[in-house]
């Protein structure tokens, strides 16, 4: 069963760990001194915040596959969905090591597809995200909603 992936950079991580602990009624099932992470079942989200790696705000949003069968799944879909698709393969990121490609949907919200094989002691990097994003159309100035 997939997982819906949010990644938000926030500038102060002792302050939106203790909130995002209310708000999803437990603590993280990961931190590290600029991260933090919640597995959570209710909502079905792998929600990870982090400082010093994002501007504030939605970094990336993403689709974390249980096996490597359903992430072939939604790379094929990725692939189909008229965008650039980059395939990253396996990396180190968000103290995971993990497979991965990442898109972009036509407003340039950035998507990842991964599958987490195992926990790294680093935080690594995605160069692909950042090659992403770069490509991305700039975000429209606008009101809320």
Same mark, same amino acid.
């Given at each position: 069963?997939?997982?819906?992936?949010?990644?938000?950079? !926030?500038?102060?991580?002792?302050?939106?760990?203790?909130?995002?602990?209310?708000?999803?009624?437990?603590?993280?099932?990961?931190?590290?001194?600029?991260?933090?992470? $919640? %597995?959570?079942?209710?909502?079905?989200?792998?929600?990870?915040?982090?400082?010093?790696?994002?501007?504030?705000?939605?970094?990336?949003?993403?689709?974390?596959?249980?096996?490597?069968?359903?992430?072939?799944? !939604?790379?094929?879909?990725?692939?189909?969905?008229?965008?650039?698709?980059?395939?990253?393969?396996?990396?180190?990121?968000?103290?995971?090591?993990?497979?991965?490609? $990442?898109?972009?949907?036509?407003?340039? !919200? !950035?998507?990842?597809?991964?599958?987490? %094989?195992?926990?790294?002691?680093?935080?690594?990097?995605?160069? %692909?995200?950042?090659?992403?994003?770069?490509?991305?159309?700039?975000?429209?100035?606008?009101?809320?909603?």
């Amino acid at each position: 069963m997939k997982r819906l992936h949010v990644h938000v950079g !926030v500038t102060d991580l002792a302050q939106s760990i203790a909130f995002y602990t209310n708000l999803f009624g437990t603590g993280p099932t990961l931190v590290r001194q600029d991260y933090a992470k $919640w %597995m959570l079942d209710d909502p079905r989200v792998n929600f990870a915040i982090s400082h010093g790696h994002a501007a504030p705000g939605i970094e990336h949003l993403g689709i974390q596959a249980e096996t490597l069968e359903e992430l072939a799944d !939604v790379t094929a879909r990725l692939n189909s969905a008229s965008a650039p698709v980059l395939a990253e393969g396996e990396t180190t990121c968000c103290y995971a090591r993990s497979e991965k490609s $990442w898109t972009a949907d036509p407003q340039g !919200v !950035v998507w990842e597809a991964f599958h987490t %094989m195992a926990e790294a002691r680093t935080y690594g990097s995605s160069p %692909m995200l950042d090659t992403l994003a770069a490509m991305a159309p700039a975000s429209s100035q606008g009101g809320c909603c």
